[in-house]
């Protein structure tokens, strides 16, 4: 089993930044899943960000050149460092976890993850 629990959400101003952090927690060690992030608003499905694989990454277009992923092998963390926020972009922010894939297209699909945390608050104000 693998846990993963998010932090680092709050209600920021456009243009602001935020990091959020994915810990992760079980019978795994830093590199043995891929660890994504998604959003979600409400009535709407969940859509891809972002996702750490192994030493790969990967950023759906509307976030390449804002936001970062990075590390920590120590704490088995992943953070998702958001720059240059737009008020479209409040939604809940999930991490999820997967083995990693062959196909790496299949990152940005939600069902391709076994684990979720439980999400946390981005809100960004005009």
């Known amino acids: 089993q693998v846990q993963l629990v998010e932090s680092g959400g709050a209600l920021v101003q456009a243009g602001g930044s935020l990091r959020l952090s994915c810990a992760v927690s079980?019978?795994?060690?830093?590199?043995?899943?891929?660890v994504g992030w998604f959003r979600q608003t409400l009535g709407k499905e969940r859509e891809f960000v972002a996702v750490?694989?192994?030493?790969?990454?990967y950023y759906v277009d509307f976030v390449k050149g804002r936001f970062t992923l990075s590390r920590d092998v120590v704490k088995n963390t992943v953070y998702l460092q958001m720059n240059s926020l737009k008020p479209e972009e409040t939604a809940v922010y999930y991490c999820?976890?997967?083995?990693?894939?062959?196909?790496?297209?299949?990152?940005?699909?939600?069902?391709?993850?076994?684990?979720w945390g439980q999400g946390t608050q981005v809100t960004v104000s005009s």
């Open positions: 999820a976890a997967t083995p990693l894939l062959n196909n790496s297209d299949n990152y940005v699909r939600a069902s391709s993850y076994d684990y």
């Open positions: 079980g019978r795994t060690g830093p590199y043995d899943y891929a």
């Open positions: 750490l694989a192994w030493n790969d990454r």
